[in-house]
């Protein structure tokens, strides 16, 4: 199985601020097949990212992955006020799939 | 659009079985493979299960494995899991997800909570 570590696990930010958060794997992803997905409080996830980098339909472009093997990166280039939520990875290249334990981005 | 929308969750005691239905819409449900996913209370994702769009494919997680079956019905647009056995442990909202032809979890229903208690 594999483990997928987050760090960090939460971020004290401001609207407009750069936020970076990673997610390493305890072994090689698959075809890099890492995805992060949002979770605002109540609601379901949404998929953010997919195959480590590629963004989902109607993701804004302030969203972007990056990463391959075993270290993976989300980046929000400016925070909007919608986007203060816990954001997991997963893994979906083997299985059993496995999700991060998540990053908590808060104002 | 995409919809899934699960139902039959709530409360039943420990030893007891409970079944979850997800209807889909707005897809070709035949099509694609299904998941279940669940979150229990202030806690991350969990994994269930995925079956593969003819049935042929089913993998567990072994915490479920040999207590919970996955199955669905293409006729009716509908994916379901019969939880046997439940356990205290598996109080939870349960999530049924659609699989992308790469595999990716890229939709997910709403949610429905089973609370497993005496």
């Known amino acids: 199985e594999i483990v997928l570590t987050q760090s960090p696990g939460t971020l004290s930010l401001s609207p407009g601020e750069r936020v970076t958060l990673s997610c390493r794997a305890s072994?090689?992803?698959?075809?890099?097949?890492l995805a992060w997905h949002q979770q605002r409080p109540g609601h379901p996830p949404r998929l953010l990212i997919y195959g480590a980098s590629g963004r989902a339909t109607g993701i804004p472009d302030r969203f972007s992955g990056s990463g391959s093997g075993t270290d993976f990166t989300l980046t929000i280039s400016r925070l909007e006020p919608e986007d203060f939520a816990v954001y997991f990875c997963q893994q979906y290249g083997s299985t059993p799939r496995t999700f991060g334990q998540g990053t908590k981005v808060e104002i | 659009q995409v919809q899934l929308v699960e139902s039959g969750g709530g409360l039943v005691k420990p030893g007891g079985s409970l079944r979850l239905s997800c209807a889909a819409s707005g897809f070709t449900f035949s099509d694609y493979y299904m998941s279940w996913i669940r979150q229990a209370p202030g806690k991350g994702l969990e994994w269930l299960s995925y079956?593969?769009?003819?049935?042929?494919?089913?993998l567990y997680t072994d915490s479920v494995k040999g207590r919970f079956t996955v199955s669905r019905d293409n006729d009716r647009n509908s994916l379901y899991l019969q939880m046997n056995s439940l356990r205290a442990e598996d109080t939870a909202v349960y999530y049924c997800a659609r699989e992308s032809r790469d595999r990716r979890t890229d939709y997910w229903g709403q949610g429905i909570l089973v609370t497993v208690s005496s």
């Open positions: 079956i593969s769009s003819d049935s042929s494919t089913i």
């Open positions: 072994q090689s992803v698959t075809n890099n097949y």
